[in-house]
């Protein structure tokens, strides 16, 4: 049973107060779609009728209208010492509003930043909501980031307060300080703080600290809040330049997470999630922590070593009722079950096959609309299905979600067989996450799904088979790039259109596809255009060994892959030179006895090598054009991973930084001679 927090922090008994709010339709003046100034409000893309003409609120007019629906709901749960602990939406918003006097009371300025750097958690919540009650801007920085691209995002929102989760941040933070005009303090939620310096507090000092500032000060500014001004600060991790601010405001969170939730048919207090991805990207803020405000929901926190192996025993423990992987999440779930199903006896091998048949026949009958169960489909639910679901803690998952990176068409089809449908979902920073959504009633494979009702999508300049950059208008369309007129005009055309840079078509029942993005299209010497996530794909379906593949071939004259093995991962999330169990099975078929990359690679193993090799050629088989086709490849030491700054926090690749850091092996492949 979950227990409740009893920490002097934490109010009880106190009822949220009555909060002298503006009229509901009070906007600030504004004169354009966009601004750049942090303290400048917009005109709202509202529509005259339908999803996107409701009235806009502030966070804190969402967030109360849910206190005084279900006050007594649990809002977090977060494990100490074990034991899951609970904190109702009452005393969530009370804590927040303690938080948002403690920051006044540290000189927080209107529209200047909090910086938050730390893994998810209570206190990563509250910091961020308090920021925003308090007038502030809340800002994510990356727990991946080094001192230095921590001090560009807090030095870019003026950031007076940073809260930080541990001694390790602190110690980014403090290499940096100096160069931090703004800041007045530093909060530090976890561990004991090491060194005692002045403006360095404990998440209990801090929370402390605001008692004696008078609610009708904080009221004051609560009330001064408008829906269509600035309220929280996504940085794009840009691969190349400095990251940009994506200025989100009021009406962009509260306007999105109700029109998601209301398109993925979510139940007022009845939703579970688990957060823990990155905070600090806007799929899970959304996902996480504006559409449990909107709906009431539950957040459970994993531990901060969730994607190096704990997140299953999380999952088990909380079963959540929807449940958001990026695709290598998936990847790994699948190869993991995969591994388990290869040491299977042959008879349950054969069980699962056939049952994984059935699902296969069954979700693309229902994903067609056709509805037809086939024969023997509640055997294979009872005997394969329901278990794997309750192995994984999904069994009271309505909807298992996948966005933010591409994903292969085989981990579709594998999760499709065991009747567990992925969903895609697409957006951006700058749609303040999610613009097209697929539900369990309505999606195609390798589709993202229908636009969110109130929003349009349109194609530029589409090609001859109806592919074009994909635009978004609607209410989730971010304000503006802070301080950045001239990336912001890229970004909006003149009327008021957000270009993606991404390339889609739709086809005839309105799904969106992406087929591509427009800066990733490699253009070879020959003029054609390529799109390389496809060409990746099929190589990585073809060959099991195979963790992640990269096209080259930009102004040059055929293509090459870089190529990297599956291996083990440490604790620490850095790739190791152990193959996974996987990549040993796909040794020992081809008579190999390696357990290594460095083994494999040293002796460039003739089996693997060959095998790899067949596995480019039936790709090269289906390709359109014979520039499509691979000429050359080659195997890296070891595989891509965030801290070597290959993958991105979501795990979608930096295709620059790949091209830069093997740069000596891309001119081998093309006979240029290093410089």
Excluded at 461 to 485: A, H, K, S, T
Excluded at 490 to 502: F, I, K, N, P, R
Excluded at 591 to 604: D, Q, R, W
Aim: charged content about 20%; aromatic content about 8%; overall charge negative.
């Amino acid at each position: 049973m979950a227990g409740k927090c009893n920490c002097p922090c934490c109010p009880r008994t106190k009822e949220p107060k009555a909060v002298p709010l503006p009229s509901v339709t009070t906007l600030a003046p504004a004169d354009h779609l966009w601004s750049t100034g942090k303290d400048k409000a917009v005109n709202l893309r509202m529509e005259g009728s339908g999803p996107g003409s409701e009235t806009p609120m502030t966070i804190h007019q969402m967030f109360l209208e849910t206190v005084e629906s279900y006050g007594d709901h649990p809002a977090l749960a977060s494990k100490q010492e074990g034991q899951w602990v609970t904190v109702t939406w009452r005393q969530y918003y009370e804590q927040c509003r303690a938080a948002a006097k403690s920051f006044l009371k540290l000189g927080l300025e209107r529209y200047h930043g909090v910086g938050i750097l730390g893994f998810n958690s209570p206190e990563w919540f509250i910091s961020d909501i308090g920021c925003i009650f308090a007038g502030g801007l809340a800002t994510g920085i990356y727990t991946t980031n080094s001192p230095e691209a921590c001090q560009y995002v807090a030095a870019n929102c003026e950031a007076s307060v940073l809260v930080v989760e541990n001694h390790k941040q602190l110690v980014k933070i403090l290499q940096v300080k100096d160069q931090l005009p703004h800041l007045k303090a530093i909060v530090q939620y976890k561990d004991e703080l090491q060194p005692k310096l002045p403006n360095l507090y404990t998440w209990a000092e801090f929370m402390k600290l605001g008692e004696e500032v008078p609610d009708e000060q904080l009221d004051a500014v609560i009330g001064s809040l408008r829906a269509n001004e600035c309220c929280t600060l996504i940085y794009t991790s840009g691969t190349t330049g400095n990251p940009k601010g994506v200025m989100l405001s009021h009406d962009n969170l509260t306007w999105t997470a109700n029109a998601a939730g209301v398109m993925s048919q979510l139940s007022h207090g009845e939703e579970v999630v688990v957060s823990y991805l990155p905070l600090s990207h806007v799929a899970a803020q959304v996902n996480d922590m504006w559409i449990g405000v909107r709906f009431a929901g539950t957040t459970y926190f994993a531990e901060p070593d969730a994607l190096k192996g704990s997140l299953g025993t999380t999952l088990k423990e909380v079963r959540p009722t929807a449940f958001l992987g990026v695709p290598r999440v998936w990847e790994k779930m699948q190869e993991k079950m995969k591994a388990i199903g290869a040491k299977a006896s042959p008879m349950r091998k054969r069980v699962a096959d056939w049952a994984k048949s059935i699902g296969l026949q069954y979700n693309y009958s229902a994903m067609n609309e056709e509805h037809a169960v086939p024969w023997g489909f509640m055997l294979a639910n009872n005997l394969v299905f329901k278990r794997v679901r309750s192995a994984l803690g999904l069994d009271r998952c309505k909807a298992c979600y996948t966005g933010a990176a591409p994903i292969t068409k085989d981990t579709l089809e594998y999760f499709m067989s065991l009747n567990m449908p992925l969903l895609e979902l697409y957006g951006m920073s700058e749609s303040s996450g999610p613009h097209t959504i697929s539900t369990s009633n309505s999606y195609r494979i390798m589709s993202c799904g229908k636009v969110m009702p109130g929003c349009k999508t349109k194609l530029d300049n589409p090609d001859q088979d109806g592919n074009g950059e994909i635009c978004f208008w609607g209410r989730n369309v971010f304000m503006g790039y802070l301080n950045m007129p001239d990336k912001t005009e890229e970004a909006l055309d003149q009327d008021g259109w957000l270009h993606s840079g991404d390339l889609g078509r739709h086809n005839q029942n309105n799904f969106l596809y992406i087929t591509g993005r427009i800066k990733e299209l490699i253009i070879t010497a020959g003029g054609e255009n390529i799109p390389p996530v496809p060409i990746e794909d099929a190589v990585k379906a073809e060959t099991a060994i195979i963790s992640n593949a990269m096209l080259i071939g930009d102004k040059l004259k055929f293509l090459s892959l870089l190529l990297t093995l599956k291996c083990v991962v440490d604790d620490n999330g850095e790739p190791t030179d152990e193959l996974s169990p996987e990549a040993v099975a796909f040794c020992q078929q081809h008579g190999v006895t390696a357990t290594k990359v460095s083994e494999i690679l040293a002796n460039k193993e003739p089996a693997i090598y060959k095998a790899i090799q067949e596995g480019m050629e039936r790709v090269n088989a289906k390709a359109t054009s014979n520039a499509q086709k691979i000429q050359k490849w080659v195997i890296l030491e070891q595989d891509f991973s965030i801290s070597g700054g290959e993958l991105g926090p979501t795990m979608k690749l930096r295709r620059p930084v790949v091209v830069k850091m093997y740069q000596e092996k891309i001119n081998k492949m093309y006979g240029v001679e290093n410089q």
